[in-house]
């Protein structure tokens, strides 16, 4: 089936899931008004590696609505990005770093999903005009790179990579220029099967560096399919760095994360964020690990790393910035924090400590010097 097949044969009402999940019509109806809530869509590939026998199967945990999305507790905006907004669908929250809002689209919209107030939604906080967003760029000399986001950049029609490719690669001050995707996990055939685009990143890799950041999560994601994806993208000169979310019942032990972090730097992709979960309503209650478990976690699949595995961090976007969850203070209850990136000059690379109980899974989001 082609990449262009799988969208148009994607599951997007409970009706199509029915038969597969064996649910009750009460349960199906349910979830069906959760979809229409927060939309759903499954590519066919992606539904392929659910295990229909297991009712806790981590990658049906990722893709199926569950009443607990329905939970008001949390907030659709929980790094400012509200406030970082220069232009419509532009950003820029981090000095050296414009973000892109491209498009609303994903070929499989995540459960947990941190943009869940607009994914597959609404179009008014998209980036509509290039020509503008490029202009700001060249503008602003303290800009290094520019991640184009959105949705799913590469949902975006080829001649919208290419213009944007275009024009930011005549942008001297750039040093590079990331697409934020998560096709090579949900459709990887969006990837290896569209000679076009693997030709427009051939080209423009040869005039910037270029960085596809995606993000896998479960150690059964790691497919033939995404290994193919992520080789066409290597051998046409592009990066490739992954980006996983922690996830309770996805990656929540050190056993799974662990075989993750080494299944993804024997493919060639760098595992370089462990994020935590933010705490956006419908997701918080569902997917949230507390940070001090967290800890534990990541330090256990470290611990099963060497070389490359061992420099991921583990880390949260907050409103002032991204914060590195450091561990914790030996004999104390303070755990050490500390500002990997800030949107504020006086958090530059800040350390601070702060007590944390069983159950905490985010910072205060005034988080005043201590």
């Known amino acids: 089936m082609s990449w262009q097949k799988e969208l148009e044969n994607g599951i997007r009402s409970m009706e199509q899931l029915v038969q597969k999940l064996g649910l009750s019509p009460e349960e199906a109806k349910l979830r069906e008004e959760i979809a229409e809530r927060f939309p759903m869509m499954i590519t066919p590939y992606y539904l392929s590696l659910v295990d229909t026998s297991d009712p806790d199967d981590p990658i049906a945990r990722m893709c199926i609505p569950s009443s607990d999305e329905m939970d008001p507790d949390g907030e659709f905006d929980t790094s400012g990005e509200a406030s970082n907004t220069k232009l419509e669908g532009l950003q820029h929250k981090y000095a050296p770093t414009v973000l892109l809002l491209s498009t609303n689209q994903c070929a499989m919209y995540c459960r947990h999903c941190f943009r869940k107030r607009m994914v597959g939604l609404t179009e008014d906080e998209l980036n509509r005009v290039a020509d503008e967003a490029i202009a700001y760029v060249a503008e602003h000399e303290e800009v290094r790179n520019v991640l184009i986001s959105g949705g799913d950049a590469l949902m975006n029609p080829n001649s919208v990579v290419e213009r944007y490719l275009e024009g930011l690669c005549g942008i001297g001050h750039l040093d590079f220029i990331r697409f934020g995707s998560r096709l090579p996990v949900t459709l990887p055939e969006r990837i290896y099967g569209d000679a076009q685009l693997l030709e427009l990143f051939e080209r423009y890799a040869k005039q910037k ?61 760098a595992p370089y964020y462990i994020f935590q979960c933010r705490p956006v309503r419908g997701v918080k209650g569902r997917f949230q690990v507390p940070l001090a478990e967290g ?22 976007s907050h ?7 450091l561990g914790q203070l030996p004999g104390t209850d303070e755990t050490i924090f500390k500002f990997h990136q800030n949107k504020y000059p006086e958090d530059n690379a800040r350390i601070f400590t702060r007590k944390l109980t069983e159950h905490d899974t985010w910072l205060d989001n005034e988080l005043e010097p201590v």
């Open 319 to 325: 409103p002032r910035g991204k914060i590195e969850i």
């Open 295 to 316: 800890i534990g976690i990541v330090d256990g699949a470290k611990a099963m790393q060497s070389g490359l595995g061992k420099a991921v961090r583990y880390a949260m």
């Open 209 to 269: 560096a270029i960085v596809v950041v995606t993000q896998f999560n479960n150690p059964r994601e790691l497919t033939d399919e995404a290994k193919r994806a992520v080789d066409a993208l290597l051998h046409r000169g592009v990066q490739v760095r992954n980006q996983t979310v922690l996830l309770r019942g996805v990656n929540d032990r050190p056993e799974v994360l662990g075989e993750l972090l080494r299944g993804l730097t024997a493919m060639n992709v």
